[in-house]
């Protein structure tokens, strides 16, 4: 988290127990005085007894059940005011307790929505930008309302996306689709980089209509896990990455013989493991795993299960001792596996899908020098530097590949291999 996010959040959390301390000293300033003044004046009434007593000495016998009687009528009149008072504490309780969580709401005006950018979705503010002149004309909404069109920016954001209950946009030109026809154009358009917040978007602007469709909902996970990679912003990572894994979490459930489904939440799981803690990293680690070895025999031919699957054998083979210690105090066993497992899914990508991608040429060429097989590790150097870079992964991966040519042409001229022609 950035420096300046922490210094607002601090400042946020100070004005945040201002406020709860300002509520205490209203309480006690306006209505404590006055219950315990109606306190004070019914534990004041033994006093009254005893001068009471005191002059009922004087009466006769006649006197006396008269006397008592009016004592009674004196105690009852104070219990009843006591529980008067008594009802009405609780019925300020009872406020406060309701209007303590709106502080946040009161907070993030006073500072400007400086600590609500998380709960901004790129996808919100494309779409209100098309919409400005439908709104401009719906001036009987609320703004909470208008707010909540791209369903990111509500208190309860999460929640909201999760049941699926978030108002439908002020777009009136979203076009009325089938279902087959909206998944192939979701399909279609998530194939570019720069078409992924478009899919999301179409699947948003539908979410009403298909949300019991098994198909729609995986590929809506699906797309809050490209939203996550698009993201640059640690917040809205975590929200998306939390909000897919919960309508994975769904599709599993509704569709447990689906591929897709498992696919897509075991990637989910991935991403939200990113924010938490090594024993939570671990948990969600076999959640991934457990899912993806579902997906894979469900989905025996998807290269992209096995590039999963590699980078997680890969992942897990270089595990250090220290790690694997406390993964072990913690779990009792952790998972295994090898330098070779992990190539032998990279393998099966290129066998199922040739020249899938460039992380898997950047994978299998990294396991090949862990190998120390040179030169098939230089000849998949040179076919991942022959695909074109699209993603910001892409880029990264380019440049650990030229990092890992740079190191083999010294160990091949070192070692006396002839480096081969075509490199």
Same mark, same amino acid.
């Given at each position: 988290?950035?420096?300046?996010?922490?210094?607002?959040?601090?400042?946020?959390? &100070?004005?945040?127990? !201002?406020?709860i301390?300002?509520?205490?000293?209203?309480?006690?300033?306006? %209505?404590?005085? %006055?219950?315990? &003044?109606?306190?004070?004046?019914? *534990?004041?009434?033994?006093?009254?007894?005893?001068?009471?007593?005191?002059?009922?000495?004087?009466?006769?016998?006649?006197?006396?059940?008269?006397?008592?009687?009016? %004592?009674?009528?004196?105690?009852?009149?104070?219990?009843?005011?006591?529980? #008067?008072?008594?009802?009405?504490?609780?019925?300020?309780?009872?406020?406060?307790?309701?209007?303590?969580?709106?502080?946040?709401?009161?907070?993030?005006?006073?500072?400007?929505?400086?600590?609500?950018? $998380?709960?901004?979705?790129?996808? @919100?503010?494309?779409?209100?930008?098309?919409?400005?002149?439908?709104?401009?004309?719906?001036?009987?909404?609320?703004?909470?309302?208008?707010?909540?069109?791209?369903? =990111?920016?509500?208190?309860?954001?999460?929640?909201? /996306?999760?049941?699926?209950?978030?108002?439908?946009?002020?777009?009136?030109?979203?076009?009325?689709?089938?279902?087959?026809?909206?998944?192939?154009?979701?399909?279609?358009?998530? &194939?570019?980089?720069?078409g992924? &917040?478009?899919?999301?978007?179409?699947?948003?602007? $539908?979410?009403?209509?298909?949300?019991? /469709?098994?198909?729609?909902?995986?590929? *809506?996970?699906? +797309?809050?896990?490209?939203?996550?990679?698009?993201?640059?912003?640690?917040?809205?990572?975590?929200?998306?990455?939390?909000?897919?894994?919960?309508?994975?979490?769904?599709?599993?459930?509704?569709?447990?013989?689906?591929?897709?489904? $498992?696919?897509?939440?075991?990637?989910l799981?991935?991403?939200?493991?990113?924010?938490?803690?090594?024993?939570?990293?671990?948990?969600?680690?076999? @959640? *991934?795993?457990?899912?993806?070895?579902? #997906?894979?025999?469900?989905?025996?031919?998807?290269? *992209?299960?096995?590039?999963?699957?590699?980078?997680?054998?890969?992942?897990?083979?270089?595990?250090?001792?220290? /790690?694997?210690?406390?993964?072990?105090?913690?779990?009792?066993?952790?998972?295994?596996?090898t330098?070779?497992?992990a190539?032998?899914?990279?393998?099966?990508?290129?066998?199922?899908?040739?020249? =899938?991608?460039l992380?898997?040429?950047?994978?299998?060429?990294?396991?090949y020098?862990?190998?120390?097989?040179n030169q098939?590790?230089?000849k998949?150097?040179?076919? !991942?530097?022959?695909?074109?870079?699209v993603?910001?992964?892409?880029k990264? +991966?380019?440049? /650990?590949?030229?990092?890992?040519?740079?190191?083999?042409?010294?160990?091949?001229?070192?070692?006396?291999? %002839?480096?081969?022609?075509?490199?």
């Amino acid at each position: 988290m950035h420096h300046s996010t922490n210094k607002e959040l601090i400042l946020a959390i &100070m004005v945040g127990t !201002a406020g709860i301390s300002l509520l205490v000293l209203w309480y006690q300033k306006v %209505r404590k005085p %006055r219950t315990a &003044m109606n306190l004070r004046t019914f *534990f004041s009434l033994g006093n009254t007894f005893d001068s009471t007593t005191l002059q009922d000495k004087t009466h006769n016998g006649q006197g006396t059940a008269a006397i008592f009687q009016r %004592r009674q009528l004196q105690i009852l009149d104070k219990l009843n005011e006591l529980l #008067a008072n008594m009802e009405e504490l609780k019925e300020e309780i009872r406020f406060l307790k309701e209007t303590i969580p709106k502080l946040e709401e009161y907070i993030q005006d006073e500072l400007g929505g400086k600590i609500t950018v $998380h709960r901004i979705s790129p996808q @919100h503010r494309a779409r209100k930008r098309r919409a400005t002149a439908v709104q401009n004309s719906a001036t009987s909404n609320s703004s909470e309302e208008a707010e909540s069109e791209g369903g =990111y920016i509500t208190a309860n954001t999460d929640t909201e /996306e999760q049941s699926f209950s978030v108002p439908k946009p002020f777009n009136t030109e979203i076009e009325d689709l089938k279902l087959d026809i909206l998944l192939q154009k979701a399909d279609h358009l998530r &194939m570019t980089q720069s078409g992924k &917040m478009e899919s999301f978007e179409l699947l948003c602007e $539908h979410k009403e209509k298909f949300k019991d /469709e098994i198909e729609f909902v995986w590929r *809506f996970a699906r +797309a809050y896990g490209d939203m996550f990679e698009l993201s640059t912003n640690t917040w809205e990572k975590k929200h998306y990455a939390n909000i897919g894994k919960t309508l994975g979490e769904k599709a599993i459930t509704r569709a447990p013989l689906n591929g897709h489904c $498992h696919m897509w939440y075991a990637v989910l799981c991935g991403c939200v493991s990113q924010f938490e803690g090594l024993q939570n990293k671990i948990n969600y680690g076999h @959640h *991934f795993k457990e899912h993806l070895d579902i #997906a894979i025999q469900l989905l025996p031919e998807e290269p *992209f299960l096995y590039y999963l699957n590699g980078r997680y054998c890969y992942t897990v083979s270089k595990l250090s001792w220290i /790690e694997k210690k406390m993964a072990t105090t913690l779990f009792g066993k952790i998972p295994s596996s090898t330098v070779q497992e992990a190539l032998r899914n990279f393998l099966k990508v290129e066998e199922i899908h040739p020249g =899938y991608s460039l992380l898997n040429y950047m994978y299998l060429a990294k396991c090949y020098v862990d190998l120390e097989e040179n030169q098939n590790a230089w000849k998949f150097c040179n076919l !991942a530097l022959s695909l074109p870079t699209v993603t910001k992964e892409d880029k990264e +991966a380019q440049t /650990e590949v030229k990092a890992i040519i740079k190191s083999l042409k010294r160990v091949l001229d070192l070692g006396g291999d %002839r480096i081969p022609k075509e490199c």
